[in-house]
């Protein structure tokens, strides 16, 4: 071809170098690849169609045998799987990974939204159809992604059996399989649900504590009276979990450990100490710390403001020394704390009768120019 | 003198040719990196449950900042749209900037708005706030209006960043529509990765001819407008092949001000948006990588490939035009306000390739074309064209455009599938096959005009017609 070319080429009386020729080759090579991409473009489509039509089907028969099962009063599985012939849609299904995946997902999904005998029966197929193997093999895989699905998938179908495996991968270098098998130990660990937490070297990012908290929510046998154990641990980001879930679940046994925490070297920490104080409703103990407030860094310090005014502190002495703080921040805090319980004619008259400072000059001016548009 | 010409025309040959090579090799290059990321984008999305965000009391608070001038004809339409946000703890401040017509009054009718006496730290310099409403509604508890003198986009967004309460600022155009799940998608780099998160970008899309209803995107359908389809394609191409591929290569030089989300502090620490630049989106990303690389800290910039911001793109060639002239002159501000990081190691990718990246193949880039072009026409008048090579060079950029724009079809229909009529896929073809000829002189042109402005020092950012959404059609 590249004779037949060159020869045709060399009719118009030119020389054909070498780089001419790669510039013809790259050409070309350029123009077939585009027409590749867009035929697998028009492929792809008829695909999509194919599957999206296959998983209709597929999710219409599935449903239909799993509302038989859920309200069709059919004693045992056995009984559910002879009388709708169960065996012939798993032989023609659930032999192909394709349809394992899905119908796993299905009855997970599924599951998720009932409770009680529903909820166990839909554990029950995925026991007793052997589906379970497939997501325990999935740990073994060498990607990320099939390790994180499996977990996923025996921790919404309480494969309990599965606890020493998946405790394996609690600690894994990709978060996401950390994170899933977190989740799943909360699920289905009933002993020690934490325990993960007394050997963790990865970070616990602030996504996995959203989701580690939205499986402490689900899971209702969980009995949640302290997180004294974690908030000694030297992990800063277990630490940090355990101060978040103290308050959020109303751990007053760990109040004093938490007020130790306030002085933590870590701003984060010391912050998730506080609020969960204010959870605890801990006014006294967060008014004790007002002492130390020069110890406190700027946004400790903010932070215990915020906390104290939605406890609905008081106590103007306190109010009136942070009205005079260099911090423009503070002195905003403490005016939007006074006007809970002040109105703005008193604020006026205190800020009058204080020593001027830039701060309060700056906050008086801002009241002088709202005055002056509210009348405008 | 024959020879002096000779000799001439080989280097020159040989100088087009290398930086054909060069842009070929580095478009090849960020669509290499592009794929990983977007593999990877959405294996990791599979793990994520947009639920457990929403219901969460762990969830980080985001303000939402629009600024809006002169946009009585939409505004009410618009602001419902981004308090219809799914998003648990958000604020939605719209930040009036000294607008002429009747856009203030309209909210304050619209969501029944009085002054508040909210103090403002004024942490970043802004034009002075007149007032701040909030609704007397409790449903529109999480919304405020800030009522201010006029001072331009990036002031405008200054003073919502000295007013926003949260830990984040997600700053959008008030006539983009975002979708339901915009923030929930943009917050989640924030929310995890090894190193901290300072910024998000996200994928913008064409919104004409699609059908808009109660400010929620209903159908995606192709423009009908050519212009605007060539536009498509130009988006497809910049940002699910550009900047993923620049996101993954952690270059990342630019967000959209059309829809990024940013770490308040970070942004206020590296002095907010600049007032003296029209590509302050531009410019405060980078001032924002610059603060940390310069200070030592790790940080890492997301591209979120999702399409998850709608905004009309100009309809004709005018409006366009200024558009493309303005993103030029903003480019050149950026990099010439940033030269420091011009081939230096210390600001490792982003100085090594990112900035010149930028430099040769977007600044200069119509400027390298209109001298090629000038080129041939000059040994054209001496009778001296090489044919063969020209001819031959041509063929190469256009086989290498078809390539480029058939790939990002291709990306587009694999990842995010969004043009799902079979006809939309042989128009796209269509465009992709005329664009090289119809629209890309224009854009050279515009770039060409954009850089004369500058060096006229025009500052202005140009009139943008909008003829308003597809709305659809009650029955």
Redesign the interface.
Known sequence: MRIYIEDWVRSFDFEVTEGLWLVWLSSIILLFLAICFFVAVVISRYRKDYISRWELDFNQKVEALLLELIYGGYLSYEAWKSALSFDKFEKKYLQKARGQKLFIQIIATLRSRLNGEDATRLAEVYRKTGLYKTSLASLDNTSWQAKAAGIRELGALNYVEAVPAITLLSDYPHEAVRSMAQVALIQLDDSDPFGFLDALQNPISKSTMIRLHGAMLQKTSLELTTFARWLKSSHPDVVLFAATMSGLFNAAEDAQLLAQLIKHEQVRIAKAAIVSLEQLGAQETLTKEISKWNDFPLEIQLQLIQSLRNLDFRDEEMILRWLQSDFFEIVKAAIELYTDFKDLDSIRTTLNNLPPHDNLIEIKNQYAHFERMHLS | MKDILNHFTWFFDGAI?FYVILIIASYLLLAYYSAKALIEYL??S????PH??M??????SVSLIAPAYNEANTIVENVRSLLAIQYPHLEVIVVNDGSKDETLQLLIDAYALV?S?E???YQIKAK?I??IYKSTKPVYENLRVIDKANGGKADALNCGLNVASSEYIACIDVDCVLAQDAIIKMI?P?????SPCIATGGVIRIANSCIIEDGRLIDVILPDNFLARFQVLEYIRAFLMGRMGWSKADGLLLISGAFGIFNKEIAIKAGGYDHNTVGEDMELIVRMRRYMIERNQKYRVEFIPDPLCWTEAPSTYKVLGRQRNRWMRGTIETLLQHKVMFFNPKYKVLGMLSYPYWLFFEWLAPIIEIVGLLYFLILLLLGQPNY??SL??F??V???A??M???A??FD??TF?QYKR?RD?FKL?LVALIEPFIHHPMVVRWGIQGNIDFLKGKKSWGDMTRTGFTKKEKK
């Open positions: 040719l294996r990791v599979k793990f994520i449950n457990e965000l219901a969460s009391p762990l969830s980080p002054p006496n103090l403002v730290h002075e007149k007032t989640q924030f929310l995890s990765g090894s063969i090579f031959s060079l063929a190469l256009y086989a290498f078809m390539f724009s058939t790939l079809i291709l229909e694999l599938h079979k896929i073809l």
